[in-house]
């Protein structure tokens, strides 16, 4: 049982460039997340899914897209990186319970150059 | 709209010392409230939630939290710091409803444990 995994766990980008950040959960949660994370200002929400085929923009959804592969799987997708976006990006899920605690992947570390 | 306040963004104790981080509230319902803790270069570990099953809630690594509704207020605390706590801790409270549920997180605070 691997909880939620993340790929890759470094990348370096350089403006303009395009990239996939994969996440995978093993324990059948229904919701999924996407956060990214600087200093001083804790974890911000970029976007989640509710339920398989469902997304929702969170608070800082400019810049990304994302999808819902499957129940399992949630990518987030950079178009066209800027440097604005260097950051550590965290996936987290949710089984829905009563108190709805989430659970994160290990993050990727983000520099766009 | 709901959201938490962390007084404090970095916390020196000494090794043996109580350790005390500071989580306020703002909720216009009860709450659902959560600390997490973030080792260096890894995600966020659940410490310990409030669900309103009782005020008083123990987590792991030996720390614990209070809600207290009066001073919208839901401390951490641990009776005695050990250098394995150093990390950065977060605050969450629950935001939204059934499926649509989200946690907004406060700014953390990085805690230090000097020998």
């Known amino acids: 049982n691997a909880g939620v995994t993340q790929t890759p766990k470094f990348q370096v980008l350089k403006t303009g460039q395009s990239m996939t950040l994969q996440c995978a959960q093993d324990?059948?949660?229904?919701?999924m997340y996407w956060y990214r994370q600087d200093p001083g200002m804790g974890l911000r929400l970029i976007y989640y899914?509710?339920?398989?085929?469902?997304?929702d923009k969170g608070e800082v959804p400019n810049g990304y897209n994302v999808s819902r592969l499957n129940k399992r799987e949630f990518s987030l997708r950079l178009e066209s990186a800027a440097p604005s976006q260097t950051s550590v990006y965290f996936c987290?899920?949710?089984?829905?319970?009563?108190?709805?605690?989430?659970?994160f992947g290990p993050g990727t570390r983000l520099t766009v150059t | 709209a709901q959201s938490v306040t962390q007084l404090g963004s970095h916390v020196s104790v000494s090794e043996g010392a109580l350790v005390l981080l500071r989580c306020n509230y703002s909720?216009?319902?009860?709450?659902?409230l959560f600390w997490y803790v973030q080792y260096p270069n890894q995600g966020l570990q659940l410490l310990l939630k409030?669900?309103?099953?009782?005020?008083l809630v123990k987590g792991i690594n030996g720390f614990e939290a209070e809600f207290k509704k009066s001073e919208t207020s839901f401390h951490l605390t641990k009776p005695s710091a050990h250098m394995s706590d150093a990390a950065e801790y977060f605050c969450?409270?629950?935001?939204?409803?059934?499926?649509?549920?989200?946690?907004?997180f406060g700014s953390g605070t990085q805690l230090t444990v000097l020998p």
């Open positions: 987290a899920s949710s089984g829905g319970a009563r108190g709805g605690e989430q659970y």
């Open positions: 324990m059948n949660h229904n919701s």
């Open positions: 899914s509710a339920s398989e085929g469902t997304t």
């Open positions: 909720s216009s319902v009860p709450p659902y």
């Open positions: 409030y669900t309103s099953a009782a005020t």
């Open positions: 969450a409270v629950i935001r939204g409803s059934g499926s649509a549920r989200q946690l907004t």
